[in-house]
């Protein structure tokens, strides 16, 4: 079975740079491993530390990116073109702070509005704002006005953590809409753990860490959160280490937050999981367990952790000094274009893959499956049509699209019978498919088939596997004349153990030095690793 290429990686850049133009235009390619039918395409990679992405809720095939230096991108899926939305020059982006992510106002047709999360550098103090968008001519012509900026929620503290071995570490997050039309955000201990059962510090004032924010549209908050009691009167549950990712699931009320786990190599962080929580309204004011509890309870490296006294995970996986983590949470499945409704997608950062669990109607994990095995996942977002995408810390977009047949719609009620019906004749039968040779493209166009003697599907040509009839029969022109056989390409030169050629983003614990995302952490990074997997990258080509 033949393996489809994948674009060249892009190595991260960690610098302040302007986003250039790109109007490279990227293949489908498939990959082995993907599910059947499932095409992954990438839009981009031209990404600047990519921190959220989020489709339009238009339908317009745009989609914002979100990057950690305070620029937002406006971008093309369908062609990877791309301008600057908005730029928030305000910004500490130190460590895990800065722009951490932005969503759309679920009226948004109406307001034009959009919410962003990110740490201001003056005032210090995580902010949640309101923006509003301006469509101008509209595409990517369309900018969100930084001067209309409306301050919804500010934490009164400042910044924790700059002295902290990791740096300023663990701010969250992201924002999500609920059931009761109000924005939650998730947090995280801001590196300080001993703060967030409490919700107080050494001095017993009152902190934010490790909190779930709550707060209305127009800046008010919510009178029954929990936290007016503690002093933290936008706290509506607490207990998080570093609520990176998190969504509502309208449909059924669940609220998944993907709780980010510790290192399992520092002394206070033993027994290291990452856990997947799921809260419904009914659980405002519930406690997460950190830093008591680490996956389920009644683990005895957690003796404080005892069950029923905390919101345990529904899903959580152990990761260790040889087996790195970092759960990147994503969202439920309510499209109409892939048959997966209600699972839900999500990511590892470290371990580059993606899958999703299935759910019973209780909300227990029934099933999990691997969905496919991207670099640095970071970001993913469902789309109006059905089609979602993941962004990477890499710098691309990737966007997963399905071939095969749409699921059936969902039932509906039956009409009332009109009085005495008559009868109907019954249906003609469908009509029957062409025939297929297995050597012929008839009702096999744009189609890979590993099964087949030859092939359809865009990329044949480089293979040089195409049917005979390829052109005739999917492209309505007389075949061109078979070009000479080309050499087979030299094999690459095969990676050194001591250096990070072929390795970037990966962890193999049987190398003698690692190119993961987590090796400067351990101190067992490749000396090659910077210029190997973080040289800049190259400008797309001109238009």
């Not at 317009?60 to 991108?73: D, H, K, N, S, W």
């Not at 040889?322 to 499945?333: A, D, E, H, L, T």
């Amino acid at each position: 079975m033949r393996r489809r290429r994948s674009a060249t990686a892009v190595s991260t850049v960690l610098v302040v740079a302007s986003l250039l133009l790109s109007t490279t235009l990227f293949p489908h390619f498939y990959v082995e491993g993907l599910p059947a039918n499932v095409i992954k395409t990438a839009v981009s990679n031209s990404l600047i530390v990519p921190t959220s992405i989020r489709a339009f809720p238009d339908g317009t095939a745009r989609m914002l990116v979100m990057q950690q230096f305070g620029e937002i991108v406006i971008l093309n899926t369908d062609n990877g073109q791309q301008q600057s939305y908005m730029n928030i020059q305000n910004i500490n982006a130190q460590g895990e702070k800065g722009l951490l992510d932005c969503i759309f106002d679920d009226q948004f047709a109406a307001t034009k509005h959009f919410y962003c999360y990110y740490a201001p550098n003056n005032p210090e103090g995580m902010r949640i704002a309101r923006f509003t968008h301006v469509e101008n001519n509209g595409g990517l012509t369309s900018r969100g006005d930084y001067s209309s900026e409306v301050t919804l929620w500010q934490d009164p503290n400042a910044y924790t953590g700059v002295g902290a071995t990791f740096g300023p570490v663990h701010y969250g997050g992201m924002l999500s809409i609920g059931p009761d039309n109000n924005i939650f955000l998730t947090m995280g201990d801001q590196t300080e753990r001993d703060w967030v059962q409490q919700n107080k510090d050494a001095y017993g004032g009152a902190r934010y860490n490790g909190c779930i924010v709550r707060v209305s549209k127009s800046g008010t908050i919510p009178g029954d959160n929990f936290g007016h009691a503690r002093g933290v009167p936008a706290c509506w549950a607490y207990g998080l280490r570093n609520g990176y990712k998190s969504t509502w699931d309208l449909q059924t009320g669940r609220f998944f937050i993907a709780d980010v786990g510790g290192n399992e190599f520092a002394p206070d962080y033993d027994d290291a999981w990452e856990d997947l929580h799921m809260l419904t309204m009914a659980d405002a004011g519930s406690n997460l367990g950190w830093p008591l509890c680490a996956g389920f309870c009644g683990n005895a490296a957690h003796p404080q952790c005892t069950c029923g006294s905390f919101e345990e995970p529904i899903y959580a996986y152990e990761h260790t000094a040889q087996q790195r983590g970092c759960i990147v949470g994503g969202f439920v499945y309510r499209g109409q274009m892939f048959p997966y409704d209600g699972v839900y997608f999500f990511g590892d950062y470290v371990r580059g893959w993606l899958k999703y669990i299935t759910l019973t109607p209780q909300g227990t994990v029934q099933s999990e499956v691997t969905f496919d095995n991207i670099n640095t996942p970071i970001s993913m977002d469902l789309a109006p049509d059905g089609s979602f995408f993941v962004a990477s810390l890499s710098g691309y977009l990737y966007k997963y699209t399905y071939a095969g047949a749409p699921p059936p719609p969902p039932p509906s009620p039956p009409p009332s019978p009109p009085p005495s019906p008559p009868p109907s004749p019954p249906p003609s039968p469908p009509p029957s498919p062409p025939p297929t040779s297995l050597n012929s493209c008839v009702g096999r166009c744009g189609v890979y088939d590993g099964a087949m003697p030859c092939q359809c599907d865009p990329t044949c040509l480089d293979y040089g596997d195409c049917c005979a009839d390829k052109v005739t029969v999917c492209d309505g022109a007389p075949p061109p004349p078979s070009p000479p056989p080309s050499p087979p390409p030299s094999p690459p030169p095969s990676p050194s153990p001591e250096s990070c050629f072929q390795r970037c983003g990966v962890y193999d614990g049987a190398m003698p030095c690692q190119c993961d995302p987590n090796c400067a952490d351990y101190g067992d990074c490749c000396t090659d690793l910077d210029a190997i997997c973080n040289a800049p990258p190259s400008p797309p080509p001109s238009p």
